[in-house]
T-cell receptor, first 113, second 116 residues
Framework: AQSVTQLDSHVSVSEGTPVLLRCNYS??????LFWYVQHPNKGLQLLLK??????LVKGINGFEAEFKKSETSFHLTKPSAHMSDAAEYFC???????????FGTGTRLTIIP | GAVVSQHPSWVICKSGTSVKIECRSL??????MFWYRQFPKQSLMLMAT?????????EQGVEKDKFLINHASLTLSTLTVTSAHPEDSSFYIC????????????FGPGTRLLVL
């Protein structure tokens, strides 16, 4: 079964500094992978998704992620953090034939002014 | 595109009453919608998969008689929490897929339910 591990439950960065949210997946074959963001008391917004078309995926709000099969990773990055980036981030796998999304615990991103 | 709305955004009800939450796909047709619940500071838990024109598929441990799901059209799914109790207080979020072969789910803004 596919699964992901978000290595950090909480990440704090200063405004204007780079953001790195780590995600490793465990699967016998390449899954589709999504990064979703949830602001407090809000629904989830799709940041970006990997579907094997390109290993470097650019998303909204300046975020991007690189799928590295050799490292089984799909880390989310942003060059310069903004206060509005403070939220919960979820790395979510999906496999062909299984329409469900299984959410892990997520990573809470805090931005320090 | 791919906008999902929910109504109401928040609701307070008395214990023992029923509450209906609507999930609508605004600019696409959704043959499949999903219902999740989220407790404070926790992740999303899938409750059920809602298929247009057929019975919903519930996850293990979710009472289908308590959480009634109706997906009567390609743009609307409803979740009714019957005989709500304080432990049902939670954040309920729906999502929808805009194509049968698409795995991306688009989420609604959520509904906060407080049962007194």
């Amino acid at each position: 079964a596919q699964s992901v591990t978000q290595l950090d439950s909480h990440v704090s960065v200063s405004e204007g500094t780079p953001v790195l949210l780590r995600c490793n997946y465990s699967s016998s074959y390449s899954p589709s992978l999504f990064w979703y963001v949830q602001h407090p008391n809000k629904g989830l917004q799709l940041l970006l998704k990997y579907t094997s078309a390109a290993t470097l995926v650019k998303g909204i709000n300046g975020f991007e992620a690189e799928f590295k099969k050799s490292e089984t990773s799909f880390h989310l990055t942003k060059p310069s953090a903004h206060m509005s980036d403070a939220a919960e981030y979820f790395c979510v796998p999906s496999h062909f034939g299984n329409e469900k999304l299984t959410f892990g615990t997520g990573t809470r991103l805090t931005i320090i002014p | 595109g791919a906008v999902v709305s929910q109504h109401p955004s928040w609701v307070i009800c008395k214990s023992g009453t029923s509450v209906k939450i609507e999930c609508r796909s605004l600019d696409f047709q959704a043959t499949t919608m999903f219902w999740y619940r989220q407790f404070p500071k926790q992740s999303l838990m899938l409750m059920a998969t809602s298929n247009e024109g057929s019975k919903a598929t519930y996850e293990q441990g979710v009472e289908k008689d308590k959480f009634l799901i109706n997906h009567a059209s390609l743009t609307l799914s409803t979740l009714t929490v019957t005989s709500a109790h304080p432990e049902d207080s939670s954040f309920y979020i729906c999502s929808a897929r805009n194509h049968p072969g698409e795995r991306t789910q688009y989420f609604g803004p959520g509904t906060r339910l407080l049962v007194l």
